[in-house]
């Protein structure tokens, strides 16, 4: 979600604003100058000052009670101001109370801006009146937190850059006076229940160095959840993207592609530092686990130099085929040079899908294209469903590029047998009211078993009158089975004629029903 105009030009130019008042007014003569001369970076960290720690673990902090955190630095050179976002689980802790004052770095703190709107987030710059803070070690804030749940919740700061992108929508540092000081950042954690851990989030991205308006790809594969880290979803359900661009999105595969500057972003500056969110959730208790790092987005080539891909639209192909794609491959800031070629699937399953490359090395010039044909093939027990295809590129040993492509796997409809129910016939309300339906039905599929259940639809001039089903059957891997169902024609439907549809429901995921495409019709005249 975008923030308001005014919420982000807060968040990055406020504070400056504010000083540089302070300094023509002459109520604080700061030097403009190199502020830190030092070859480490100060560290702005999340602890808990009452319990000594960053991870505050502790199951008498039932739902109403407080626990607080302190932000905090260390290794700082002077400085007169900063700001942070922080980023929690709003479902288990709730901040409540902002302490800038009590025991701080700053004898006379100015709040230019303190938002608790959103939850899970909180936004603060603050800067100090009349003397900068040359202490090194202190606390910047207190954060007084309600415990609302039983859980778990991560206590993540933005990364941490001295000069965001102007497009850029959170951060962490320091200032003196106008001059801005790069820091490091160090999280911490809420927990209160006993025997359980959230899961981790972890990311990596290519290129080292994107450059502007072109696709950086990110990789999720490393987050987990300790409770079913061995699954092939490592225990995940969804991976949630906040690309710190005003962009995001929701997805349940572990990779993903993102472009810094768009067209349609309007004339915004999307060079720069950017600070990138990703939350993960569990499948079994929803616990998340939260992780930011800062993508340099550079804004001419360089030591951005890669490849980028174009895979194009999402693919289908049925259980038991392979569909076939093209794959453009572009060079961007300047790479020039022979690439490796490779591709793997998501989720990996012993009966997933495979994937071949041809041809599996490409030479690209400066802003030159290439291409490869890419091979998806599902094999006859795929499990139906959206999988990723990566397909990743590598200069020697280094990887210079990588690009995702969806492919859905269509399940294979069960097939009506031999024993078709097709005519044409007359029934007697007086003598066999009773009309029934059967038909076969086999699943091909050898290795999951499929529900299944036929469905019967009677119409007069098209209009559905009636509706009758069989009961549903569990159909065993390559199995067959008659399926029967029945309708009792009452007297006062003599004299009509019904013209009947018979189209199978079927589902390999309980509960979730599909709709043959093959149907059986046929007309009923009902007499007395």
Known sequence: MRLPETMRLSLREILALVLLGLTLGGLSPYAIHSSTGQSTLPVVSVFSNSYSSSNVTDTALVPGTVVTFEVNVADAPSFNGYEFVLYYDSSFIQATTVDVRTGTVFTNPFVALQDLAVPGIIRLSVVNLGSSFDGAFGSLVHLAFRVVDTGVSPLVLAAGTANPANAAESDTRLVLGLNPIAVSTSDGYFKNVAGKLGPVAAFTFLPAMPLKGSTVFFNATDSFDADFNSLPDRGLSTYTWDFGDGQGQVSIFPFITHRFGQPQMGGADYSGNFSIRLTVKDTDEGFVGIRTLLVPISPTAGSSAGVTFDTGPTLSTPAGSSVV?????????????TVGLTSSSFPVLPNGLSTALNPTSVSLVVDGTAHTVLTT???????????????RASSGSVAVGAGILFVEVQPREPIFGSAKFAWTRKISVSSNPLETWRGQVANPNPVTPLQVRLHITGTIAGVPIFT??????LLSPGGSQFLTATRLFPSYQAGLTFGFTATIFWSFVPGTYLVSSSRVTGTIMVSK
């Open 325 to 337: 794609s093209s794959i453009l491959i572009f060079s961007v800031g300047g790479f020039i040079g």
């Open 377 to 391: 093939t599902a094999k006859v027990d795929t499990p139906p469903g959206r999988y990723v295809v990566v397909i």
């Open 468 to 473: 009758s089903d069989s009961a549903t059957i």
